[in-house]
């Protein structure tokens, strides 16, 4: 059995947390017991580690994603801003709780949102000129 972040090196144990195994490097003890890096700062917050099944999707990065994809054909002014704004705050959250997913729906969003913001600042400045 490998380590899950490192394929090249044998695992030694699972973690706690989430039962993926990991090399030596990559486990630390809490209270006797072996947590990955994920899983140990959520003990360490005095949360419990949670299950890789139990991941579950991050609501803002939907939503930024819906924003910048409707301020791509309407509203750009409006909604392109929305889209950036709520992808930011979508990366944090997913920063600061790693059981949440949609790191490349809010990746996603901001490109496409800053897109559509200069999509409309082109036409603006098109339409004066």
Known sequence: ??????PQTQAVATCTGCAEPFCHNCLVQLSGQNYCGSCKVLALNGREPILENRLRPCKEAADALKFAFIGLLCFGFILGPMAIFKAVEAKKLMRDDPTLLGSGKSTAALVVGIFALALWLMSLVSRLS
């Open 1 to 6: 059995m490998s380590c899950r972040n490192h």
